[in-house]
């Protein structure tokens, strides 16, 4: 299993980034998904996740970025995205694609990719 | 949110002595599914973290057996027999049950 990150860098409050993360190893159609960030020098926060087809592709986000970013998923190319905008000084930190789906949440993770929001 | 309290925050331990960290639930992680969604995850210093234990006490695939997860309703523990250099980063606990998924503070353990 490998999720391979993309997508960070430096951006201006009130800014976007999409963040991508690039699977294999796994059948990607069948598993959950989520994303899962840490603030520099602090813990880990979950941030949302997608659920599969079948499940109805719904997604759900923690409150702090409910109505900014945005979780969606492309079969075509075994990849999961994070759409943020509106970013706040405050979305700065690491952020980490996961495999979700009950009973082993968070089984395999990404290598993290950082975002700065600063002016 | 459920909040969850990890004690202690940090932890340093001479090898080869066991070490324990302690997670408490703001409420019970006790599903009407009859399972407990109590999980622990290890982050070694500039890793990704790493899931360790499932629903309590199932170690993840690899994971040494060095490593045993417990408890029940809303207080866990995470044991470590045998604490070697490996062993070292930020212990979290994580649950499950409901959304918002929220984790612990974490708990850092180094060597003596």
């Known amino acids: 299993v490998h999720l391979v990150q993309s997508g960070g860098g430096l951006v201006w409050p009130g800014g976007s980034l999409r963040l991508s993360c690039a699977t294999s190893?796994?059948?990607?159609?069948?598993?959950?998904l989520s994303w899962v960030r840490q603030a520099p020098g602090k813990g880990l926060e979950w941030v949302g996740r997608?659920?599969?087809?079948?499940?109805?592709?719904?997604?759900d986000y923690a409150a702090p970025v409910k109505g900014r970013f945005t979780i969606s998923r492309d079969a075509s190319k075994n990849t999961l995205y994070l759409q943020m905008n509106s970013l706040k000084t405050e979305d700065t930190a690491v952020y980490y694609c996961?495999?979700?789906?009950?009973?082993?949440?968070?089984?395999?993770w990404g290598q993290g990719t950082l975002v700065t929001v600063s002016s | 949110d459920i909040v969850m309290t990890q004690t202690p925050l940090s932890l340093s331990v001479t090898p080869g002595q066991p070490a324990s960290i302690s997670c408490k639930s703001g409420?019970?992680?006790?599903?009407?599914?009859?399972?407990?969604?109590l999980y622990w995850y290890l982050q070694k210093p500039g890793q990704s973290p790493q899931l360790l234990i499932y629903?309590?006490?199932s170690r993840f695939y690899g994971v040494s057996d060095r490593f045993s997860g417990s408890g029940s309703g809303t207080d866990f523990t995470l044991q470590i027999g045998r604490v070697g250099a490996e062993d070292v980063g930020i212990y979290y606990c994580?649950?499950?049950?409901?959304?918002?998924?929220?984790f612990g503070q974490g708990t850092r353990l180094d060597i003596k």
């Open positions: 997608i659920k599969i087809k079948t499940d109805g592709a719904t997604t």
């Open positions: 190893g796994f059948t990607f159609t069948n598993a959950w």
């Open positions: 629903e309590v006490s």
């Open positions: 994580m649950q499950g049950i409901d959304l918002p998924l929220t």
């Open positions: 996961a495999t979700d789906g009950y009973p082993k949440l968070f089984d395999y």
């Open positions: 409420q019970s992680l006790l599903h009407s599914d009859g399972m407990t969604y």
